[in-house]
């Protein structure tokens, strides 16, 4: 039994939308998610503690937006395959990696204060959340995740950007 997770995240990690953005993209969000709009919802929380509200349209549903304090990481289950460096193009370890991630985050990858780290490749200083990821994770405050969700097309992640106000990234999770 495997799961996949369509999840989209602003680019920049430290960016939450406003109260009535968050709304307008979850329902935007579901309806493209599932190919069809949504029944009539009020938003409501799910959980909250330590730092991380998760809220939905329904309680049984399978369709989540989560606010955090700090940043947290948002991975892609087993789909990352490599990262390499942004400007020179070198693969970086996955040892390297997990240690920067260990390095940039107060507990365990979830709240990340510093982003920055350094490669041995070419001395480069970058976020983590810029490094080269196949296939995409990210570092965000506002995400939006849907259960067997369908991959958006680029026209559709423009019209979550126009909502939302930031550029996005869209996340492929398998488990
Ligand atoms: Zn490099």
Redesign the pocket.
């Known amino acids: 039994m495997s799961d996949n997770y369509l999840r989209i995240i602003p680019i920049n990690p430290d960016f939450v939308p406003t109260e009535e953005a968050q709304i307008d993209a979850y329902r935007q969000f579901g309806c493209l998610a599932y190919g069809k709009p949504l029944p009539e919802f009020h938003l409501q929380t799910i959980s909250d503690k330590d730092g991380e509200l998760v809220r939905a349209g329904h309680r049984d549903w399978c369709l989540l937006m989560r606010v955090f304090d700090q940043p947290h990481f948002i991975d892609n289950g087993c789909n990352l395959e490599r990262v390499s460096?942004?400007?020179?193009?070198?693969l970086l370890t996955f040892e390297f990696w997990h240690e920067e991630l260990d390095k940039a985050s107060n507990h365990h990858f979830t709240h990340f204060t510093d982003l920055r780290c350094t490669?041995a490749?070419?001395?480069?200083s970058v976020s983590l959340n810029d490094l080269d990821y196949e296939w995409p994770v990210g570092f965000a405050r506002f995400e939006l995740e849907a259960l067997e969700g369908r991959r958006l097309v680029s026209e559709e992640i423009s019209q979550l950007e126009q909502i939302i106000g930031c550029s996005l990234r869209q996340i492929m999770a398998h488990y």
Not at 85 to 90: S, V
Not at 121 to 124: R, S, V
Request: aromatic fraction near 0%.
């Open positions: 460096c942004p400007l020179c193009g070198a490669l490749c070419c001395g480069a």
